[in-house]
């Protein structure tokens, strides 16, 4: 590994380093994560969407494992990197347009209550529908 | 005699020492890998991290290097991370961080390079503050002030110090080196307010960049360590929302330039 490479890695890791770190340091940490995680599912999804072209057999056969329940819990899990990702996203741009800067703390928690209680909704309708 | 008992200060006997065990980052550049050594310290619980520090220096290991003048959360020199928070030590007291016989754990700022021990190099933070323009004039020089401003603002920003203690909490600082940082940034916001004679507009267009106050992800750390009250943070979204203002202003001009 060359010294610029090393010096990637170590700043990349550099967003894990979470000690003495407060809420705001977990709420950049998840909204990267998440980030990340939404663009492998945006991925993954359209590579799912290409057994279509494949044909019908195919495309049961992927729906009946997509009706498992651990991939309904991925399912749950996806729906908390949309809800979380979206909701602290609403709090940066606010706050990064310098709207609510004296509120922020409350902002996020308010958003974040509204996402558990998004993702308990919908959490409970992906297992009972 | 019964006030002062119930005071928290007083309530402790003078005489009482703690043993306290300091867990100290140790780095020299001449000898090879960074590691943390192990100090016992007998201490009062109302003196403070720092005086541990000067006391391991003092009767233990004189090749400890740290940073200290004030003692007093002035000079803003001895910044390092107690415990993994960044700290002033020369203002936190013993008994606020750990307990008789407890470990206190320090160790250098981050995102600055390191020097030796618990000593970072903070040259390119204060040449950050210079492209800034940020200065501070003696409150017996006049300074024209703008009446309909609000005073109250402008006194914050004086209160920087300098430690560095946000640009080692923030994370952003942490994966872009290049990042202004926290503190150049509150005090381009503060040269943009009470310019001083410094063209605001050079103070913005130097803010207005990819490593400037855009790069900011809104973790308010900086905010939370700073001991002086600065809430950069806060400075940091002002600026931007100053910014933002006129580029939308400037974006509905030229759209009325267009149309005639």
Known sequence: ?129 | MKQEMSDPVMAFDGNELWTIHYRVFRYKRSSGKPHYDKFNVEIAPHETVLDGLEKIWAFQDRSLTFRHACHHASCGSCGIRVNGVEKLPCIVPIREVTRDGGTVLCEPLRNFPLVSDLVVDLGQFYRRLEEAHFQIIRSSEPIERDEHESSNVHTRFENCIECGLCVSACPVSGTDGLYFGPAALAASWRMIQEPRGVDPLSVRSNADQEHGCWRCHVAFECSEVCPSNVDPAAAIMALRQDLLKRKLLRLFQRGDHDRA
């Open chain 1, 1 to 129: 590994m060359t010294e610029h490479e090393e010096r990637r890695v170590r700043k990349t890791l550099a967003w894990l380093d979470m000690a003495g770190r407060k809420a705001g340091t977990w709420a950049f940490l998840l909204n990267r994560l998440t980030g990340l995680g939404l663009l492998l599912y945006l991925l993954l999804h359209l590579g799912v969407l290409s057994l279509l072209a494949m044909g019908e057999m195919q495309w049961d056969a992927f729906i009946a494992l997509a009706r498992s329940p651990l991939f309904l819990v991925l399912d749950v899990v996806l729906i908390f990197g949309i809800l979380y990702h979206g909701l602290n996203g609403i709090r940066v741009a606010l706050v990064g347009m310098g709207i609510g800067v004296r509120w922020q703390k409350g902002i996020f928690w308010t958003l974040m209550g509204l996402g558990v209680l998004l993702l308990a909704i919908t959490g409970w309708l992906v297992f009972t529908m």
